[in-house]
């Protein structure tokens, strides 16, 4: 909500923008390059954020194909491409989104809207944890990392996503122990102030991954500091193992 919030406030101002140039003189605006490039920008920033706008609800209107799930094999690394593309579009210049993919990366049997979700969800804590991190107003800098690997072995695909905050913390700002990190998923649990969360996203991401997919999300402090989510979905399961008719 708040980073839906901070997109219509530019909006505006970019509607603004628009509209002080529609009001001007047509010789005005034509002898001045710098006002057309300015008239231009405005107009491309507020499709945009139409675009961004829109591809928000559909990542969220995922949440009702909870009911329908349609598995199907899908390419992981695309669907993280897509993922994070639209997830750029929220942040700043200043958060450096970077991506590492697995080369030879089989299909995964999915139900791709609902990942989608879960993925949206994992990169949108990653960036309020940044976001803490810097919360004396020295400025947001930071960088989240996602990466895909192909664990052969055990035929399963594990995503990795890891931020540059101050990692996953208690309700005493300590950092958490592995068996407070299992707290996390819990419905309602939440670290953060009353009014930035009610402790949903997490659950509804576990949901999504260990329920409806059997596979697993494990959270951890990164040695280098920041959190990191492994998430391990199996390439394949029989028919009737997910959750599909729950």
Known sequence: GHDLTNIIATSKLDLLAVKSFLDMDENEMAGSPMKQRIFKESLAALLKNTMFLQQIVNVYRSFSFIKRPRFEFVDVNHLLTDVVDLFRLSTSASIDIRTSFAAEMPHCRLEQRLVKLAIFNLLTNALDAIRRKYDSGSGVTGF?????????????????????????????????TPVEMDRIFSLGYSTKKH????????????????????????????????????????????????????
């Open 144 to 176: 989240i990392v996602v990466k895909t690997i192909f664990d052969a072995a055990e035929d399963q695909v594990v995503v990795s996503i890891r931020d540059s905050g101050d990692g996953i913390r208690n309700e005493q700002g300590h950092l958490a």
């Open 195 to 246: 009014e930035e969360g009610e402790g949903l996203g997490l659950n509804w991401v576990y949901t999504i991954i260990a329920e409806f997919h059997k596979g697993r999300i494990l959270p951890t402090n990164h040695p280098d500091g920041g959190a990191e989510f492994l998430i391990f979905l199996k390439r394949d399961f029989p028919e009737g193992e997910n959750g599909a008719g729950a």
